[in-house]
């Protein structure tokens, strides 16, 4: 499974409609996930800039791509980013690689 943070911020109608009625938006991440064979990790609303994030666990990038176009496409949302999360368990794999890349790389100019 690939491991996702998205960070989100809601319209002003948005936040208005739940106001009126509350639900549970864990719970409609949750099965947004599990339809894609995912899982929800966390979610959490925040203060700043943004309204706040969930980390998702789909099984790949098209996956999320394809929880992101949803979500997107819903008109609820003024601002949706999604990162790739990479754990400290995999990272040598992808140093080792970007080594490998780095010395095929030749920059602008050379």
Do not use: C
């Not at 949803?70 to 999360?85: D, P, R, Y």
Request: no cysteine; net charge negative.
């Amino acid at each position: 499974m690939a491991k996702f943070a998205v960070f989100f911020s809601y319209k002003p109608e948005t936040w208005n409609q739940m106001l009126m009625k509350p639900g549970d938006r864990a719970t409609a991440v949750r099965d947004l996930a599990s339809s894609l064979g995912g899982s929800l990790e966390s979610l959490y609303f925040m203060f700043g800039e943004r309204d706040g994030f969930v980390v998702v666990d789909v099984p790949d990038a098209d996956s999320a791509a394809a929880v992101s176009i949803a979500v997107t496409s819903s008109g609820a949302f003024s601002h949706m980013e999604t990162h790739q999360l990479i754990s400290p368990d995999d990272l040598p794999a992808v140093l080792e690689k970007a080594a490998r890349a780095r010395e095929a790389y030749r920059p602008p100019g050379e």
